[in-house]
């Protein structure tokens, strides 16, 4: 395989499927399978999710919401994400820890990164609900800084489309998939893959970030045994 530990980041509208909100447990169930196969090979999966399913943030701020309060009901709802997929991995018989990073010990354990690694080493998947804990950060930096922390490999950013394009693929036609690009022309070309603080932080942390299409079944497998489907994005 070639990689050892990943950190794969969802995002909470993956999660929605066909639907307009929340959780559809066709697509759970499919998601929990995809990362089965890649555990299955000895892969440790660590993943952080997003919960624009349920809430986000940033929309509620822009409708006269508080932004602090937005966030923190953001970071509420990728715990509910979280709790979900943890369910749908252990039906395909996956075990997996949730840690989060707000405190609801009731519910999840607190995040706790030696404890996090010993859950890993052990073929736990380590799932990383509440983002950081911060109002104002996304999930992607969430993710960046999980990924940093814990030694992973790699991120796999699971998103809609098969990689990082010239221009929006959804919106202009000739617009072409890169394989490979580097942190600095992300920058120099103005393409988004991450947000700023997120995108940063992994390429100061020599960090590598796979965007790929996590809706096509195989893709994760394909991507831990070195083929290249989706972008690169590296040093
Ligand atoms: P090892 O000791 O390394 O084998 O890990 P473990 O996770 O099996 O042991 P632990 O006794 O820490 O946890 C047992 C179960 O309780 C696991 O399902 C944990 O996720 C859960 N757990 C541990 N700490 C907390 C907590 O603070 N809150 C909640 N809700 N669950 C917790």
Redesign the pocket.
Known sequence: MHYKRILLKLSGEALMGERQYGIDPIRLAEYAQEIKEVTDKGIEVAIVIGGGNIFRGVAGASNGMDRVQGDHMGMLATVINGLALQSALEDANVPT??QTAIK???????FIRR?AM??LE?G?VVIFGGGTGNPYFTTDSAAVLRAIEIGADVILKGTRVDGIYTADPEKFKDATKFSNITFEDVLKKGLKVMDTTAFTLSQENKLPIIVFDMNTKGNLLKLVSGENIGTKVDN
């Open positions: 820890r949730l609801i010990n009731e519910i999840a354990e607190p404890k010993r859950h052990k736990r």
